[in-house]
């Protein structure tokens, strides 16, 4: 009869470790699928929407630089004006291309679209201020500059802003995303531990 319960007790100890363990497991798997889906979100942030924040705001300082080089090409005729114009449109074509392989949202798509169309028409204006310059005098050529390159030139700006604020509200959105992921992570872990912790002593 010892021999018996004896055998029965080592029966249960033995039932409840494989119960334990198998507990263990599942808070385990169930911590690592909130983690991984937390890394995710993490992920998008960090990553997609970043780079073309990141880009957005190259492009916009590049394109100003541009402008400043019309300008002084205009009220100074410095003969460093062209290699200033030139170098920026190699880092602002630079940016847009990394802008144009990183498209994630909806609205990216038309928006770069519309700024590489629009870049393209204000690189082909400052040849024509210069040749205006030469033919017709700094004061043809400034009206030239206020007429058409200046609208053009914030037109393209506006458009790189845009980039830069849509990618900036889909940052905030991830993050939420985020912050929730990370709430409902702890929240379920906790319930799965606490459920595992009751079941043990039963």
């Known amino acids: 009869m010892w021999y018996v319960n004896l055998k029965s007790l080592r029966t249960k100890i033995l039932f409840g470790y494989l119960l ?4 263990t497991m599942m808070v385990s798997f169930w911590a690592i699928y909130n983690f991984m889906r937390l890394r ?7 990553v997609e929407n970043y780079r073309s924040v990141v880009a957005a705001e190259n492009m916009v300082r590049a394109l100003e630089r541009q402008d400043s080089a ?9 003969p460093e004006s062209f ?12 940016w847009l291309n990394r802008a144009e392989d990183n498209i994630t949202i ?5 928006l770069v679209e519309s ?27 400034r009206q030239f500059y206020f ?14 802003q845009q980039l830069l604020e849509i990618n900036q509200e889909a940052m905030v959105q991830a993050n939420d995303f985020a912050s ?3 709430r409902w992570a702890t929240y379920s872990t906790a319930f799965v531990s606490t459920a595992a912790v009751i079941l043990s002593l039963l």
């Open 180 to 182: 929730g992921a990370a």
């Open 115 to 141: 700024i590489r169309e629009n870049y393209t028409g204000y690189l082909a204006m400052f040849p024509l201020l210069r040749e205006s310059y030469e033919k017709e005098g700094a004061e043809t050529a």
């Open 70 to 78: 019309e300008l002084m090409f205009l009220f100074n005729q410095q």
């Open 40 to 46: 995710e979100a993490t992920n998008n942030i960090m």
């Open 20 to 23: 334990l363990l198998l507990i």
């Open 147 to 160: 007429n058409e390159i200046l609208p053009q030139f914030e037109r393209i700006k506006r458009n790189c």
């Open 83 to 94: 290699t200033i114009f030139i170098e920026n449109e190699e880092r602002f074509l630079s």
């Open 106 to 110: 909806n609205q990216e798509g038309p």
